[in-house]
């Protein structure tokens, strides 16, 4: 719980009462390769911090997955614009690696901001983080080229290659595995 005390304390003071606080609302939870952590058209209940394993986000239209994102250790995972307003969601999270995450309910999480000292302060402070990351992606799937979406997920996250199949980071940058391949081997040429 160490990593999500220090993840925290980036956005807010976090002492030991803050900790009480924190280790009291949220509880682990394991994630197996492949388990859900949210499906689509079910309201998103929790946020969950990665302290180990990697999650995917993903769309499933006419019967083809969509990956758009992926989180990892030491990032918070959710589908906020399912859990603020707590409506059915139209992603789906899921497990790429056995996961372990600290997670907090929505009804937790208000407790958390009524109780901890600055925890509205923090919670707008990430949401806005979530916003900006989420407007940057939006922005670079319509201003970029695949090969420059390829290179930003390499230079962000570059253990990726390693770690999940290729056809899901074809997907995340918007190409068949084919063309990813071709945009690997011009990147390799260089």
């Known amino acids: 719980m160490e990593a ?3 993840s925290l304390a980036f956005f807010v003071p976090v002492g030991e ?4 606080i924190i280790a009291t609302l ?39 997955e969509k990956t758009f994102y992926f989180a990892r250790e030491y990032e918070f995972v959710s589908n ?12 789906s999270i ?13 009804d937790n999480l208000n407790r958390l901001y009524a109780t901890m000292a600055n925890g509205e302060r923090m ?7 979530v916003f900006v990351q989420a407007l940057q992606n939006l922005n670079s799937f319509y201003s970029d080229t695949p090969e420059q979406r390829y290179e930003k997920l390499l230079q962000t996250h570059p253990d990726l290659q390693q770690r999940i199949p290729q056809y899901y980071i074809a997907s995340c940058v918007g190409v068949k595995p084919q ?5 690997r081997k011009r990147l390799s040429l260089r």
Do not use: H, W
């Not at 388990?35 to 006419?62: A, H, N, W």
């Not at 906020?80 to 992603?91: A, D, G, M, R, T």
């Not at 919670?123 to 983080?129: D, K, N, P, S, V």
């Open 80 to 91: 906020y614009e399912s859990f603020v307003p707590q409506i059915p969601s139209l992603k």
């Open 94 to 106: 899921e497990a790429l690696e056995d996961t372990t995450a600290y997670v907090i309910s929505y």
């Open 17 to 20: 009462p803050e900790k009480e």
């Open 123 to 129: 919670g707008r402070l990430i949401m806005e983080q």
């Open 4 to 6: 999500l005390f220090n």
């Open 26 to 64: 949220f509880t682990e939870k394991q994630f197996k390769k492949g388990e859900p952590f949210l499906l689509e058209g079910k309201v998103c209940r929790q946020v969950g911090f990665i302290s180990k394993g990697l999650m995917r986000y993903f769309l499933t239209r006419d019967g083809e």
């Open 179 to 183: 063309s990813l391949s071709r945009i």
